[in-house]
């Protein structure tokens, strides 16, 4: 897989992230260095992990569909992006109390806007692609692209969230068009 293909599926993943510290930016109005830090680490910490799960997982039954690979690679794609297409469409009422940055509501935040990467790793693992570079990469855009839009949420308000993504799920569907087309011709 080239480097242009993994760049734009982590930051098709990291879409989630966007949304979830747009939306913790706008909660908390002004963050501290050290909130932003948490939250973008542990983004990025799973969604780092998630494909190596993923990919983990799949090498296992890769072998029993590889004749059909490229089918499961898009429909897993196109499955996580209409569902993020989806949810971006929906209008969501958050009502977060608690610092969206601590304990419990940090973990659950960190797991929901990663499983998409957990996809996105059996998609490696059916495609044959070596797992631990395209994770890298998706781990930093995740924890760049959180600390982007806990800004930008605490400048703004939930509209660049539902917009993200939008456009995230735009971007992995895209990426399992094209891989299906490159296995079909």
């Known amino acids: 897989m080239d480097a242009l293909s993994i760049v734009l599926i982590a930051i098709g993943l990291a879409m989630d992230a966007f949304s979830v510290a747009a939306v913790a930016g706008f909660l908390l109005k002004a963050f501290s260095i050290r909130q932003a830090f948490r939250l973008s680490f542990h983004f990025g910490l799973f969604q780092f992990l998630m494909p190596i799960a993923g990919w983990m997982a799949g ?3 890769a072998s029993l569909i590889a004749n059909y690979d490229h089918w499961v690679a898009f429909g897993l794609l196109a499955i996580v992006g209409s569902k993020m297409i989806l949810e ?4 969501k009422a958050e009502t977060y109390r608690s610092d969206p940055t601590k304990g419990i509501t940090l ?3 960190s797991i929901a806007t990663s499983i998409d990467a957990l996809a996105v790793g059996l998609t490696f693992a059916f495609t ?4 631990l570079y395209p994770a890298i ?8 692209f959180t600390l982007l839009g806990l800004h930008l949420g605490s400048k703004s308000s939930r509209f660049f ?3 993200a993504e939008i456009i995230g799920g735009a971007i992995l569907i895209f ?4 891989i299906l087309i490159t296995h079909i011709l």
């Open 128 to 131: 044959n692609v070596a797992v």
């Open 59 to 61: 090498s296992t039954v």
């Open 137 to 144: 990469v998706i781990g930093a855009i995740a924890a760049l």
């Open 161 to 163: 969230g539902k917009h």
């Open 88 to 91: 971006g469409t929906r209008t």
């Open 175 to 178: 990426i399992g068009l094209r």
């Open 107 to 109: 973990l659950v935040f």
